[in-house]
């Protein structure tokens, strides 16, 4: 599998940009596409578009090009919530009613798709930036929204479908694609809506594992960790039923095509679930936003946001029903509960928690790739700290390749890695740890702060580093950075920024 | 050490009448704050019926919850039990084995009663790797389940030496360069496993055996013994009621000086 490393920056998207905005006067020009009133917005706020985004999802993973992509750099069977809060925050920047959050929005995931290409298993080529697989993201999340009315039994209008079309249409052109590759008109989307469900959606490797391996394989959010039996008990029933719910909702002739089986009584538990979620819109205003739940799954319990203390008072309760459910239960046989209470880990499992970012067994680039996403993500990193970023992952790709791959297949097994951890501490892992206390040293003061810790971490300075002072230094900063990834320390800090799921 | 208080000044002193459960009648002395139990003669019980020694384990449990219900029925705060010493994993090893599987099967067993109790229950030691991991998960459980409890709390002193965790806090004190003169005895005993646990009032020793064995060294500095010929098997409420009033009927003196009570009062 070969990948691109080093993109080099598109040029070229403001002047597509300009000459959509020219063909589509009518978008460009009107500012109140995005924002509060827009049918964009409501959508954000429907309990139901959570649903509606799984089905989506599952949609674009039937193209083939996109499950390609997918499996090879996809951080969603590892870390499902994590990808989750950051579709929904994406998205709800991408429709911001400021023109100025929208166009950065826009520029980082163009650099994000740039950096998505190569060709995966079976030789099938993918390239994030391709125009037709984007405009088939958009169409998917289009198309889902309006099925999403339709199964919940309160179908969108005529004049309401129009302008959510024309609002994903202007989602697409910020992106700086050209108009063409999503029809101009509604009329003519759903002739090319169905065309390329039955002529180009496979079943593909990426839609098998999202329906039959992550439904039942979810990882438990990071504010539900240690409390794995209430959680394996939820998902045993609440998984199969998820994917029963996606699978019936799917286009009929896909279905058939992709030999995805039909379950009796599927369909009315699909629509009883839309209509059902659909009801908590009756909800006083605030109590259920799915943006709001998403961020809430992949909050860390350590962190001192506000919500994290409900939530610990939460936890311990269910902590103590949990604790009192496996007392109760008549001696099971002999399970083996992990330890997570040391502060050294097993290399092994260090590969599985930190390094295997995609969850496919294997070290590769798309793994880094995924943790300088995530840090780039969380920093709203701009060029050239980006690239600088990447650039040393890169290098530490390379410094692991060539120290650790002992069969020389271009790729790491935990076998691999646990013979050779300590070589794991080379130049260039140190130079990571340069870079990203660069990057997160926002204002170049050359220590961090509370504020900078925090947008890394997302929580504010331990106690005992608040009273030495409210400063990292660079010093220990790369000390705990590298103890972190080579000295196989837990770290609670490190843990929710590469570990959770 | 001239200066010999009446002890039942001290105990009713205003500093202390609030920690300490005030005395039945106002006149003698109260309750025991923390009792602790040493449950010895298991072995011999078993011995003199011609039984195992196992079966002598598996009767104790009747006596534990017995004691259990006696001390939270009596007022008292703390219970320390001393279930299994460090040195206990020296005995042969199908004992060994069939204890933790006794004590995993109490443990699970009355869980929800000492819970529906009001009963807080930790477990002192539980650092050993030989302990089984499930049950240390049990142990755990326990903890959770129960620790938001306000009732009389229940040290479990499991796989404890006294000794031990008395190298233990000074390895804590010279691990933090706490210089030489600034350790005190409460500086010390902040660092000891449960620091908010206060000395021990009275222990009660069953069988006749007349030793500290190892049990919680430090807490013990003050406390007053009374060595019951009966053995724990065979213990019963009863029992542990006369041992309190024994307590009662003595002048403890603390060394002529009033006595630093370890810990702070719970809320």
């Known amino acids: ?501 | 050490m001239q200066v010999e208080k009446d002890v039942s000044d001290s105990v009713s002193s205003p500093a202390q009448a609030d920690s300490r459960r005030p005395v039945g009648q106002g006149q003698r002395r109260g309750i025991p704050r923390h009792v602790a139990c040493v449950m010895d003669g298991n072995g011999r019980w078993a011995a003199q019926r011609s039984l195992p020694r196992t079966s002598g384990h598996r009767a104790a449990e009747t006596t534990v919850i017995d004691v259990i219900e006696a001390a939270r029925s009596a007022g008292v705060e703390w219970l320390s039990l001393y279930a299994f010493s460090t040195e206990n994993w020296r005995r042969p090893s199908d004992e060994v084995d069939f204890l933790m599987h006794l004590v995993r099967r109490v443990v699970r067993k009355h869980a929800p009663l000492l819970h529906a109790r009001g009963v807080r229950c930790r477990f002192l030691g539980v650092s050993d790797s030989k302990i089984p991991a499930p049950l240390a998960q049990d142990f755990d459980d326990l903890t959770t389940l129960t620790g938001a409890n306000r009732g009389m709390t229940l040290t479990v002193a499991f796989d404890h030496g006294g000794r031990g965790d008395i190298v233990e806090a000074a390895r804590s004190l010279i691990r933090q360069g706490v210089p030489a003169d600034a350790v005190t005895e409460e500086s010390f005993a902040a660092r000891l496993p449960f620091p908010d646990t206060p000395d021990v009032d009275l222990v009660i020793r069953t069988s006749g055996e007349q030793r500290i064995s190892n049990f919680m060294l430090w807490q013990v500095a003050y406390a007053e013994w009374v060595f019951t010929p009966v053995l724990w098997p065979d213990f019963r409420a009863a029992h542990f009621v006369e041992c309190v009033h024994t307590y009662q009927q003595r002048d403890r003196r603390f060394g002529g000086v009033a006595p630093a009570v370890n810990g702070v009062p719970r809320p």
């Open chain 1, 1 to 501: 599998m070969t990948t691109n490393t080093q993109p080099d920056s598109s040029g070229s998207e403001t002047t597509a940009d300009q000459a959509f905005a020219q063909q589509n006067p009518h978008i460009d020009a009107d500012p109140s596409l995005f924002g509060p009133g827009s049918q964009f917005h409501r959508l954000m706020n429907d309990p139901r578009w959570a649903l509606a985004m799984v089905r989506a999802t599952v949609l674009e993973a039937a193209h083939p090009q996109i499950g390609a992509a997918l499996i090879d750099n996809s951080t969603f069977v590892a870390h499902p919530w994590r990808r989750l809060h950051n579709t929904f925050l994406s998205l709800q920047r991408m429709s911001d009613a400021d023109d100025h959050v929208r166009q950065r929005e826009a520029a980082r995931l163009n650099r994000l798709h740039a950096r998505l290409n190569g060709i995966g298993a079976h030789n099938q080529p993918y390239d994030a930036m391709d125009p037709q697989v984007r405009a088939w993201v958009v169409a998917t999340l289009f198309e889902s929204a309006v099925t999403m009315g339709r199964l919940g039994g309160q179908p969108l209008e005529q004049s309401a479908m129009e302008r959510l079309y024309a609002e994903f249409q202007g989602y697409l052109a910020a992106l700086g694609d050209k108009a063409g590759h999503l029809p101009p008109t509604l009329r003519e989307f759903w002739q090319y809506y169905d065309r390329v469900v039955q002529e180009e959606l496979e079943n593909t490797e990426a839609l098998r594992i999202i329906l039959y391996k992550l439904f039942d394989h979810l990882p438990a959010p990071a504010v539900l960790e240690g409390m794995p039996t209430i959680w394996a008990t939820g998902r045993a029933l609440a998984g199969p039923v998820i994917g029963a719910i996606t699978v019936a909702s799917l286009p009929e002739p896909f279905r058939r095509r992709a030999g995805l089986p039909e379950i009796p009584g599927a369909q009315t538990l699909m629509q009883s679930a839309y209509l059902g979620v659909g009801l908590a819109r009756f909800l006083p205003e605030g109590w259920i936003r799915a943006d709001a739940l998403a961020s809430l799954l992949s909050l860390s319990p350590e962190s001192d946001d506000p919500r994290a203390r409900t939530i610990s008072a939460v936890r311990d309760g269910i902590k103590r029903a949990g604790a009192l459910l496996r007392l109760i239960t008549p001696l099971p046989a002999q399970p083996d509960p992990a330890d997570t209470t040391e502060t050294q880990r097993s290399a092994e499992d260090f590969f599985h928690a930190v390094l295997d970012q995609t969850g496919d067994g294997y070290l590769d680039w798309p793994d880094l790739a995924a943790m300088a996403r995530e840090i780039s993500g969380r920093l709203d990193l701009e060029e050239p700290q980006e690239t600088r970023l990447y650039n040393a992952y890169a290098d530490w790709w390379k410094e692991l390749q060539a120290a650790l791959d002992s069969d020389g297949d271009g790729r790491i097994c935990a076998e691999e890695f646990a013979a050779a951890v300590p070589a794991l501490a080379g130049p260039a892992l140190i130079k990571v740890a340069d870079v990203l206390f660069d990057v997160t040293d926002a204002d170049g003061n050359q220590s961090i702060d509370a504020d900078e810790y925090r947008a890394l971490f997302r929580t504010g300075f331990r106690r005992d580093m608040a009273a030495t002072g409210s400063m990292y230094s660079r010093g220990e900063f790369v000390k705990d950075f590298l103890s972190f990834m080579s000295g196989r320390q837990r770290s609670t800090t490190y843990d929710p920024l590469l570990t959770q799921a």
